[in-house]
């Protein structure tokens, strides 16, 4: 059962702010984010533990609605470097596998 | 800041033949992980390593595949007869404490299968 993320794709103005989203169907222990840039490997953003937090990384931030079992990422004046495909990954319970979602690829254009 | 390492970063191999991918984990970690990415798709979990064994794997860790920790820094993804399908980015990652700490993931190795 993987997580479930949205929108697939966004396209955003420099400058511009765009929310991705991540739900799934089963309780989460944490929820993970990273950008990866095309030919590179999963760069980590920020880990979320059911609790419900917020974090931000730069501009950047996450949070963790546990009753709705979804995690929100929120680019806040995105910029040029924010382009990627950010992937949610989830783990159900502690020391488990992460299980990624299918990715949301951002455009960030000048 | 220590990061994983993975070799080779390309590998390009016949149908059918042994391929060993070889990780190098951070070195005070615990866990450690494979997962492929087949071009233009997401990631997916191979298999988790823990105290010298396997603690998950998923469908696609079949027979053909193994996992070792030879020595106390190498981690290994052996592949025995490799398929076409096989062709993907292998990541290894580690992480020190499961379920507190995110998972840092290698460069990856480039599996052709020709």
């Known amino acids: 059962q993987q997580p479930v993320q949205s929108p697939q794709a966004v396209i955003l103005r420099e400058g511009e702010d765009a929310v991705i989203n991540c739900s799934s169907s089963?309780?989460?222990?944490?929820v993970h984010w990273y950008r990866q840039k095309h030919g590179e490997a999963p760069v980590f953003l920020m880990i979320?533990?059911?609790?419900?937090e917020q974090k931000g990384h730069d501009k950047i931030s996450a949070s963790f609605n546990e009753k709705k079992q979804q995690s929100s990422l929120y680019l806040t004046a995105s910029q040029l470097s924010y382009s990627g495909t950010y992937f949610c990954g989830t783990e159900y319970a502690a020391g488990n596998k992460l299980t990624f979602g299918g990715g949301t690829r951002v455009l960030v254009k000048p | 800041e220590p990061e994983v390492t993975q070799t080779p970063s390309h590998q390009v191999t016949q149908m059918g033949q042994e391929v060993i991918l070889r990780c190098v984990p951070i070195?005070?970690?615990?866990?450690f992980y494979w997962y492929r990415q087949i071009l233009g798709q997401k990631v997916e979990f191979l298999v988790s390593f823990y105290n010298n064994e396997i603690s998950e794997k998923s469908e696609i860790f079949d027979d053909q595949f193994s996992v070792e920790r030879p020595d106390g820094s190498n981690f290994t993804l052996k592949i025995r007869s490799t398929k076409l399908e096989d062709s993907a980015m292998y990541f290894c990652a580690s992480n020190i404490l499961s379920g507190q700490e995110t998972q840092y993931f290698g460069p990856g190795t480039r599996l052709l299968v020709l």
């Open positions: 979320l533990l059911k609790g419900g």
């Open positions: 070195s005070n970690h615990l866990y």
């Open positions: 089963k309780a989460l222990y944490s």
